[in-house]
């Protein structure tokens, strides 16, 4: 099993950047993923989840209104948009999927399988 992420870069505060992860190895359409990202000399965090089919959503505080997480279960894949970017948004983002159904979407320790990450570095 892994999980491919990329559409990491530098941009200016501001801008909009859009992550992209692709499953392989099995599919994770039957369960919800994340995406989670760590900075420099801080703990990974939370960012944003998906419902296996997509009706639900969920996101940290820092990125709600600006972020909008989304799936294509037909190509195992994840997207996060990223909008109205800041220098705090700046760190290592990792998608993550869990073994089975899980119950708490912003624990990390909730999910098995995590990307290998791509850096985000937003400049002011």
């Known amino acids: 099993v892994q999980l491919q992420a990329s559409g990491g870069g530098e941009v200016q505060a501001g801008a909009s950047l859009r992550l992209s992860c692709v499953a392989s190895?099995?599919?994770?359409?039957?369960?919800?993923m994340g995406w989670f990202r760590q900075a420099p000399g801080k703990e990974r965090e939370f960012v944003a989840a998906?419902?296996?089919?997509?009706?639900?959503?969920f996101y940290a505080d820092s990125v709600k209104g600006r972020f909008t997480i989304s799936r294509d279960n037909a190509k195992n894949t994840i997207d996060l948009q990223m909008n109205r970017s800041k220098p705090d948004d700046t760190a290592v983002y990792f998608c993550?999927?869990?073994?089975?159904?899980?119950?708490?979407?912003?624990?990390?320790?909730?999910?098995?399988?995590w990307g290998q990450g791509t850096l985000v570095t937003v400049s002011s």
């Open positions: 998906i419902s296996r089919n997509g009706g639900g959503t």
């Open positions: 190895g099995r599919t994770f359409s039957s369960l919800t």
């Open positions: 993550a999927a869990p073994e089975s159904a899980i119950m708490t979407v912003f624990d990390p320790s909730a999910y098995i399988y």
